[in-house]
């Protein structure tokens, strides 16, 4: 670490300097409190799989020589909640490593990544992923990787949460591209909105158990988003559905 060299420096400096210096012990100690909080989130969410597992085992213990219905539900059971918790720590690493996230920018038609993405996604769930109208041509300067793992993401959630057709609609403003994927779906209350991009926030616990959430998604597209200097925001109506928009600066 370097040391600061104090010889010599005004009063006005030295003012300037200890306003400074409180500045940085303010960041860090917010810096401090946020990863406290995210390590103790961790560790509670990871215990909800891990609870399951050591029940599942215990039944198993105890029954699955006896009862082959058991058995198979129990190794069914300890299959997904394993699946889940890797899913769930390969978020949290890539959510604790996001501070220096680096992007590997290039251009491209934004049209073409995102038909890509929307075909890998009708693909593996046989769901409707259409375009609402004819795309523009718009070129982005973005990490293509990264956005396909936000369109991922978003599309996935819509999936999630809808039964329907699911639409998506490119626009440009004349600083933005907008990509908004659209559901009628069960749709976000109001007073949840605001905090769906928090770290494991989930609007309903129980059916985002069964759906396999970790309430990490939408906070990873965010940084995602916000690394390239861009930002995602969302209308929702409670029943009818939602629209996640991406917004990304055009050059
Ligand atoms: P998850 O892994 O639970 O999907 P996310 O961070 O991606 O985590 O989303 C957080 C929560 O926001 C979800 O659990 C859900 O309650 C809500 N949500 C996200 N997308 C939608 C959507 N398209 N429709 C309704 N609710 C949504």
Same mark, same amino acid.
Request: proline residues 2%; glycine residues 6%; negative net charge.
């Given at each position: 670490?370097?040391?600061?060299?104090?010889?010599?420096?005004? #009063?006005?400096? &030295? $003012?300037?300097? *200890?306003?400074?210096?409180?500045?940085?012990?303010?960041?860090?100690?917010?810096?401090?409190?946020? @990863?406290?909080?995210? =390590?103790?989130?961790?560790?509670?969410? &990871? #215990?909800?799989?891990?609870? %399951?597992?050591?029940?599942?085992?215990?039944?198993?213990?105890?029954?699955?020589?006896?009862?082959?219905?058991? &058995?198979?539900?129990? =190794?069914?059971?300890?299959?997904?909640?394993?699946?889940?918790?890797?899913?769930?720590?390969?978020?949290?690493?890539?959510?604790?490593?996001?501070?220096?996230?680096?992007?590997?920018? %290039?251009?491209?038609?934004?049209?073409?990544?995102?038909?890509?993405?929307? #075909? +890998?996604?009708?693909?593996? $769930? !046989?769901?409707?992923?259409?375009? @609402?109208?004819?795309?523009? !041509?718009?070129?982005?300067?973005?990490?293509?990787?990264?956005?396909?793992? =936000? &369109?991922?993401?978003?599309?996935?959630?819509?999936?999630?949460?809808?039964?329907?057709?699911? !639409?998506?609609?490119?626009?440009? +403003?004349?600083?933005?591209?907008?990509?908004?994927?659209?559901?009628? *779906?069960?749709?976000?209350?109001?007073?949840?909105?605001?905090?769906?991009?928090?770290?494991?926030?989930? =609007?309903?616990?129980?059916?985002?158990?069964?759906?396999?959430?970790?309430?990490? /998604?939408?906070?990873?597209?965010?940084?995602?988003?916000?690394?390239?200097? /861009?930002?995602?925001?969302?209308?929702?109506?409670?029943?009818? *559905?939602? +629209?996640?928009?991406?917004?990304?600066?055009?050059?």
């Amino acid at each position: 670490f370097q040391r600061l060299h104090l010889e010599g420096k005004s #009063k006005d400096e &030295l $003012y300037q300097l *200890g306003i400074t210096f409180n500045h940085m012990m303010t960041m860090l100690e917010e810096n401090y409190y946020k @990863q406290e909080q995210f =390590v103790s989130d961790a560790s509670h969410e &990871l #215990k909800t799989p891990l609870t %399951a597992i050591e029940s599942y085992a215990t039944l198993l213990k105890r029954w699955g020589m006896k009862k082959p219905e058991v &058995l198979e539900e129990s =190794v069914d059971a300890i299959y997904a909640e394993a699946l889940r918790m890797r899913e769930m720590t390969q978020q949290m690493l890539e959510l604790a490593s996001d501070g220096n996230q680096r992007l590997d920018k %290039a251009s491209f038609q934004a049209a073409d990544l995102i038909e890509e993405s929307m #075909k +890998t996604m009708r693909r593996a $769930y !046989e769901r409707s992923i259409e375009w @609402q109208a004819t795309p523009p !041509e718009v070129t982005v300067l973005a990490d293509a990787s990264k956005l396909k793992q =936000v &369109l991922f993401i978003l599309l996935d959630n819509a999936i999630k949460f809808s039964d329907t057709k699911i !639409e998506v609609a490119l626009s440009e +403003t004349n600083s933005h591209l907008g990509i908004a994927i659209n559901d009628h *779906g069960v749709g976000i209350p109001d007073e949840d909105i605001a905090h769906v991009f928090e770290r494991f926030y989930r =609007v309903d616990k129980a059916r985002s158990r069964k759906t396999g959430g970790t309430g990490l /998604g939408l906070s990873i597209a965010q940084r995602i988003i916000a690394a390239h200097g /861009g930002h995602i925001d969302v209308q929702s109506t409670q029943g009818e *559905g939602t +629209t996640f928009t991406i917004w990304l600066p055009t050059e």
